[in-house]
């Protein structure tokens, strides 16, 4: 157990509709990050806030949104969705440190299903 | 932009032995981190070893090890004693300014 925790685990909707994955860091992480995993495919980074501020932004769609509340957790929100986004969606959280990300430790991630 | 690449997309290996797999990457960062996890099926994504940049001493965690090359910039993981839940897929990443991986090297090891 990483620590991290996603909900909810499966989520299965329809074409169009808009969902929202939830993620709580490991307790003290200040830096949260998301990830796309296709079948089959690598992780593809979505985007990473750091306390509350986005500090990094990857292949994002413009359809997605992220954003990181007070108390640390993240949201990640997927809209007007589509066939292709269909995956598995990571979370990772890390610890700041002065020489960079030393460790990214990762949620159980949330299977998404569109249809 | 980074990249992390994985040539081998799928590899065997017979229990007890040694298997290597390879990963070179891009970047024109000075200070980063490179790391290989493991996926098993159960898709949980775990860390497998952990390399820093500025180190030029290899990293070892047990079976596993890395050959480190930072001027061919090149990261291999090497699995000794392989092992039968050694099984999965495994990924290359590079975090830096940000996280980038490598599209998975699918290992099997046989009994």
């Known amino acids: 157990d990483s620590g991290v925790t996603q909900t909810p685990k499966h989520l299965i909707t329809a074409t169009g509709q808009r969902v929202t994955l939830r993620c709580s860091p490991r307790?003290?992480?200040?830096?949260v990050y998301w990830y796309q995993q296709s079948l089959d495919q690598g992780l593809q980074f979505l985007i990473q806030?750091?306390?509350?501020?986005?500090?990094a932004k990857g292949n994002i769609l413009e359809r997605f949104s992220a954003q990181q509340f007070p108390d640390l957790h993240s949201e990640l929100n997927l809209s007007s969705l589509e066939l292709g986004d269909s995956a598995l969606y990571f979370c990772?959280?890390?610890?700041?440190?002065?020489?960079?990300?030393?460790?990214?430790?990762f949620g159980p991630g949330t299977r998404l299903t569109v249809l | 932009a980074q990249t992390v690449t994985q040539s081998q997309p799928e590899m065997s290996v017979q229990e007890a032995e040694t298997v290597t797999l390879s990963c070179t990457y891009d970047t024109s960062e000075n200070n980063y981190y490179l790391f290989w996890y493991k996926q098993p099926p159960s898709r949980q994504m775990i860390l497998v070893i952990r390399q820093e940049a500025y180190k030029q001493q290899n990293a070892t965690e047990n079976r596993f090890s890395v050959n480190f090359q930072k001027a061919a910039k090149s990261f291999s993981l090497k699995i000794s004693d392989s092992q039968l839940g050694d099984t999965a897929m495994y990924f290359c990443a590079f975090h830096g300014g940000k996280s980038t991986f490598g599209d998975g090297t699918t290992l099997t090891v046989k009994p």
């Open positions: 806030y750091y306390n509350g501020e986005e500090r």
């Open positions: 307790s003290g992480d200040l830096s």
């Open positions: 990772a959280s890390s610890p700041w440190t002065s020489g960079g990300v030393v460790e990214q430790f």
